[in-house]
C-alpha cells in the first residue's frame, strides 16, 4: 500500500529520476582491472583499489508503483557506464568516492509484467586512499548498504489513461485504485526511454518521506493536496493536482519537512 507522504519523481535537477538501488562486496579480477585502468590516468594495481556490485535498478513495480521496462534498461545500462558515485545526491566534486567502470544486464527466470525480470548491475572501484578506508569498511560491514540511482526519461506512462507525464501530468496517483471497465484498477507508471544517467549515490536513508505525493516527470514538481485520505488506494477519479499556487505552498511545505527529499532506494551489493 503505498503512503501518502511516499515522494515520487522528486529531482536533484529537471526531470531527474531517483530509483533504488542495493551494494555489496565485490572481488577484483584481471579483466575488471583492465576495465577499471580505461578511467584511470595511471595504472592502477589490483591492492590499489576496492570495487563492490551494485543492483542499479530492475523492471518490477517499485514502492513508488512505477518500473522501466526492458528497453530503458538496455538504454541505460549503456549510459551508466563511467558514471560517478557520490554521496547523499549532493553533485559536488568532493563527494565523488567511486565510479562505474562495468554494467550488465542479469536475467532471472520469472517473468513480470510479460518480460524477462532482468537486473542492472553496476561494477564499481575506489581506490584505497587513508580517506575513505572507513568508507570502505563500512561498505564491507554492510553498513553502508543502500543507494539511489538518478537518471533521466523521455517517457512514463499511466496505466489508467496512457498519458504521457514527461509531457503533461494527468489526473492520476500511482498506488491509487481508479475505476475501470471490468473493474477498479490501481494506477503505475512505465518509465521507458531513457534520455541519460547521472549518477549512482550512496544515502543513508533510502526512500525519504516528504510533505506529498509527487511528479517531476516535466521538469516541474506537482505535490498532491494534503487531505488526501489515509488509504490512496479508495480514492476515485476526481482527485487532481493542486494549481500553481497551491504546488508553491506544499512544495515549501516539503522542503522544510525534509531536506532534499529523495525517492529511491538503492542497495550494494
Given amino acids: 500500500m503505498a503512503n501518502k507522504n511516499d515522494n515520487r519523481g522528486c529531482a536533484s535537477g529537471p526531470g531527474v529520476v531517483h530509483k533504488a538501488a542495493t551494494l555489496e562486496a565485490h572481488e577484483i579480477t584481471e579483466a575488471e582491472l583492465r576495465a577499471i585502468n580505461k578511467y584511470a590516468l ?6 590499489d583499489v576496492f570495487t563492490f556490485k551494485a543492483v542499479l535498478c530492475d523492471n518490477e ?11 530503458a534498461l538496455q538504454e541505460l545500462q549503456k549510459l551508466f557506464l563511467g558514471k560517478t558515485v557520490i554521496k547523499d545526491h549532493d553533485w559536488a566534486a568532493d563527494n565523488q568516492v567511486a565510479r562505474i567502470y562495468a554494467t550488465e544486464l542479469v536475467p532471472t527466470t520469472k517473468t513480470t509484467h510479460g518480460e524477462v525480470y532482468t537486473q542492472l548491475v553496476a561494477h564499481c572501484y575506489m581506490v584505497k586512499t587513508a580517506s575513505n578506508a572507513d568508507l570502505i569498511a563500512e561498505i564491507k560491514a554492510g553498513i553502508k548498504k543502500e543507494g539511489s540511482v538518478g537518471c533521466g526519461v523521455s517517457s512514463c506512462i499511466c496505466s489508467i489513461c496512457g498519458t504521457d507525464n514527461a ?6 496517483w500511482p498506488g491509487k ?5 471490468g ?7 512505465t518509465l521507458s526511454g531513457a534520455k541519460d544517467a547521472y549518477e549512482f549515490s550512496l544515502v543513508a536513508v533510502p526512500a525519504q518521506r516528504a510533505a506529498g505525493v509527487s511528479k517531476s516527470y516535466t521538469g516541474e514538481t506537482v ?3 494534503q487531505e488526501t485520505p489515509e488509504n490512496p488506494e479508495t ?3 476526481d482527485e487532481t493536482p493542486p494549481n500553481t499556487e497551491k504546488t508553491a505552498e506544499l512544495a515549501l511545505r516539503a522542503r522544510l519537512a525534509v531536506s532534499k527529499a529523495k525517492t529511491n532506494d538503492t542497495k550494494i551489493n
Fill in 42 to 47: 595511471e595504472p592502477l594495481k589490483a591492492e
Fill in 167 to 172: 509531457k503533461t501530468y494527468c489526473r492520476h
Fill in 177 to 181: 485504485s481508479y475505476d475501470k471497465e
Fill in 61 to 71: 513495480l517499485d514502492r513508488q508503483y512505477e518500473r522501466f521496462n526492458l528497453k
Fill in 223 to 225: 505535490y498532491e493536496a
Fill in 183 to 189: 473493474g477498479p484498477q490501481v494506477c503505475t507508471f
Fill in 235 to 237: 480514492s476515485g477519479e
